[in-house]
């Protein structure tokens, strides 16, 4: 082969080269639609890219706003169980001995008006009546004092659950199958008197927040918020004691109405949350969220997008990346 076939080859190859690459197009294209980006992909790149897609319906939604609280010990509350334990069973002592002592004073009078017994018998008599009456007195102060500790600290409920002799009535907190929250809301907010349950999440993960039962409103705050305060149980074996927990509460007689989508449609980029719509077969446009309140089944949208809508829940990530590409200016207009 001479040194012009060589040349006519290598020129051939580089023509077959560059043809090819200009034939070779990528898989979306972008258009601007009155500074809309709309994007251009076709099924089998959607497929290929696992791209999913959900049509949104209307639903209606309870607004909630979030509190703080802690899971808090009743080992202070059980001190006070045992100190009112040992006082009533002091004062059943001191009746049973006051009760003697009012049959034996019965008994030394009578033996005093029939000459039997002499009056410093039954002065020492009346003596020793007096003092078991003192000290039946003084047993009645005392578990009503630690009654009335008792309901300063911690409220009627679980004031009347201690004390009871029915140790049943605080069982669940003891074997450990409830945790005793203490839940303070903001100070310009209110528990509704319709609402006995609530969400709860160490993490402050609304998705993974589990239910929370009423027990009593709170006799103090064990915090700087300076809102109400509620006991709460949980059942929730991952709260610990010592814990702190975000609660999320239904707001009062506020209903919405919106859509909730998937946690995965939601994206977020240059501090701006959006998700893209499928607006035909091959067009997807991007959609700017400025409202979304986080629910156990994604975010609550109350605007920015209606029902019947195609939002896509999968392959978000992938449409931005798209779309980021087609803003990049090509080496031609360079």
């Known amino acids: 082969m001479n040194t012009l076939s060589i040349t006519c080859f290598f020129v051939l190859n580089l023509l077959s080269m560059s043809l090819a690459a200009d034939d070779e197009k990528h898989p979306s294209e972008i258009y601007n639609n009155n500074g809309q980006s709309v994007i251009k992909l076709d099924t089998e790149t959607q497929t290929l890219s696992g791209i999913e897609t959900i049509t949104l319906k209307p639903v209606h939604y309870q607004a909630e706003f979030t509190a703080n609280g802690k899971a808090i010990s009743i080992q202070p509350l059980l001190a006070l169980r045992n100190r009112y334990l040992i006082a009533l069973t002091e004062n059943s002592s001191a009746k049973a001995r006051f009760k003697q002592a009012e049959q034996n004073i019965s008994r030394q009078q009578d033996l005093y008006r029939h000459g039997v017994s002499s009056k410093r018998s039954l002065q020492e008599q009346q003596a020793l009546w007096q003092t078991n009456k003192s000290q039946v007195n003084a047993?009645?102060?005392?578990?009503?004092?630690?009654?009335?500790?008792?309901?300063?600290?911690?409220?009627?409920?679980?004031?009347?659950?201690?004390?009871?002799?029915?140790?049943?009535?605080?069982?669940?907190?003891?074997?450990?199958?409830?945790?005793?929250?203490?839940?303070?809301?903001?100070?310009?907010?209110?528990?509704?008197?319709?609402?006995?349950?609530?969400?709860?999440?160490?993490?402050?993960?609304?998705?993974?927040?589990?239910?929370?039962?009423?027990?009593?409103?709170?006799?103090?705050?064990?915090?700087?918020?300076?809102?109400?305060?509620?006991?709460?149980?949980?059942?929730?074996?991952?709260?610990?004691?010592?814990?702190?927990?975000?609660?999320?509460?239904?707001?009062?007689?506020?209903?919405?109405?919106?859509?909730?989508?998937?946690?995965?449609?939601?994206?977020?980029?240059?501090?701006?949350?959006?998700?893209?719509?499928?607006?035909?077969?091959?067009?997807?446009?991007?959609?700017?969220?400025?409202?979304?309140?986080?629910?156990?089944?994604?975010y609550f949208i109350p605007v920015a997008i209606n029902p019947g809508e195609q939002i896509v829940s999968v392959g978000g990530q992938m449409l931005l990346s798209e779309e980021l590409r087609g803003q990049i200016p090509g080496e031609d207009n360079d």
């Open 139 to 298: 047993t009645d102060f005392q578990g009503k004092a630690i009654l009335d500790e008792a309901l300063l600290l911690w409220g009627k409920e679980l004031t009347d659950r201690a004390m009871s002799r029915d140790s049943d009535k605080l069982g669940v907190f003891l074997s450990g199958r409830k945790r005793l929250l203490h839940i303070t809301l903001p100070a310009n907010k209110h528990l509704a008197d319709d609402i006995q349950t609530i969400y709860i999440d160490p993490s402050g993960d609304r998705s993974k927040a589990r239910k929370a039962e009423l027990v009593s409103v709170a006799a103090k705050t064990e915090t700087v918020a300076q809102g109400e305060s509620y006991y709460f149980q949980t059942g929730d074996k991952n709260i610990l004691t010592g814990m702190n927990v975000t609660a999320w509460i239904p707001e009062q007689n506020v209903h919405l109405t919106g859509v909730i989508i998937p946690k995965s449609a939601l994206i977020w980029h240059m501090g701006q949350a959006f998700v893209y719509l499928k607006t035909a077969q091959e067009y997807f446009i991007r959609r700017n969220i400025d409202q979304y309140s986080a629910t156990s089944e994604g």
